[in-house]
């Protein structure tokens, strides 16, 4: 089983994460957290999910819309092992969501 190993940058990540949540009083944000980490768990199986990115990474999207997250992460074969660079929320990484306009009929 792939090995996987969280940069120490994660953790300000994390922490960047729960201050925006807890600005919009989500309640209970770490679950938020442990949702992320539980998704990442899923490349001990298959470190390849992720869609390819820039000079060698990848990335793992991470559930939708206002909960969605990127985790940016490499995967080394010849050690078996995934290395987390940075989890950013879609919005942040830069992928912009439609504008939604309801219309009363």
């Given at each position: ?31 938020r ?5 539980a ?6 199986s298959n470190?390849l ?57």
């Amino acid at each position: 089983m792939v090995r996987i190993e969280i940069a120490p940058e994660v953790v300000e990540d994390f922490e960047r994460i729960l201050d925006h949540l807890a600005t919009y009083q989500v309640e209970h944000p770490e679950r938020r957290i442990d949702e992320i980490i539980a998704a990442l768990d899923v490349l001990e199986s298959n470190p390849l999910i992720g869609r390819p990115a820039a000079n060698g990474k990848r990335e793992l999207v991470i559930g939708r819309r206002a909960q969605g997250y990127l985790a940016l992460y490499r995967y080394v074969a010849e050690i078996d092992t995934v290395i987390v660079l940075a989890v950013r929320s879609q919005r942040e990484a830069g992928y912009l969501l439609p504008d939604v306009r309801y219309v009363a009929k």
